[in-house]
């Protein structure tokens, strides 16, 4: 499954709407402990967080994930999404709390 794909199933928001969305999902991870997630993310993964700042977008990097999705309704800021998007990091949102996204992908086969 794509990010676009992802966006067309959940509805959920695209925050960096200039980026590519053609972009491979092939698992998720959920965490909110930025070393942790660091030493088990995997390349091409959703990242499932409600945390958002500078350090989120670094490590969504680091780990090579496909997209960033802040949970739970968290606020994500213009300066955060344009920040994201300066660094070709597509972020999405969803009002639903982790556990939830994570099922929606689960139910989706990711």
């Known amino acids: 499954m794509t990010v676009k794909e992802l966006i067309e199933k959940t509805g959920w928001k695209l925050s960096t709407p200039s980026l590519d969305t053609d972009i491979?999902?092939?698992g998720a991870y959920c965490g909110d402990l930025l070393s942790w997630v660091m030493g088990n993310g995997e390349p091409q993964q959703a990242?499932?967080?409600v945390q958002v700042h500078a350090n989120v977008i670094a490590v969504a990097?680091?780990?090579e994930f496909s997209c960033l999705i802040v949970a739970d309704g968290a606020n994500v800021t213009?300066?955060?999404a344009e920040k994201a998007a300066a660094e070709e990091l597509v972020?999405?949102?969803s009002d639903l709390p982790v556990y939830e996204?994570?099922?929606k992908l689960v139910e989706l086969g990711i």
């Open 47 to 49: 990242w499932i967080t």
């Open 91 to 93: 972020v999405l949102e």
């Open 101 to 103: 996204s994570a099922k």
């Open 61 to 63: 990097l680091l780990r």
């Open 24 to 26: 491979p999902v092939e």
């Open 78 to 80: 213009p300066e955060f």
